[in-house]
């Protein structure tokens, strides 16, 4: 390669950078209505699904979404996902919508300290995810 190309390569891995930054800060304005959420484990047999039943649990506790059984009854469905309760826990959730799949929000949560040694992390992760999900939601009611 040489040195006229590189400034060319360069623009285009920060515009590339630039541009995933951007999409992941963007929280459609929907999530703000959303009531009625259906939670599921992207993975039944690993982490996620604990940590699925714990969000499931208590959701309603913080922000202003009841969880229902069923996909029919849900506004948005929240999938659980990547969750990890062991050395290093974190998990992601991804709220879409039930009838085409359109993502609203993608959002994880990464907890550390050296307190957690021990600890059970499932709904530590869960009261993460659920306080990202509502710090969203009043951002996308204020747009």
Known sequence: MTSHHRPALLASLVLAITATVVAADKIDPR??????????????LGDDRPVAVCVADRLARSTPIETVKTI????????????????????EIVAALPADGTKLREGGSKTRGFNLVGRNMTCVIADDLISNLRDAMKKARDK
Request: proline share 3%; glycine share 2%; hydrophobic share 45%.
């Open 31 to 44: 999530l703000a209505t959303v009531r009625k959420a259906f939670v599921t484990a992207a993975d039944d």
């Open 72 to 91: 029919q009854e849900a506004d948005v469905v929240l999938t659980i996902q990547n969750a990890s309760v062991g050395k290093h826990p974190k998990a």
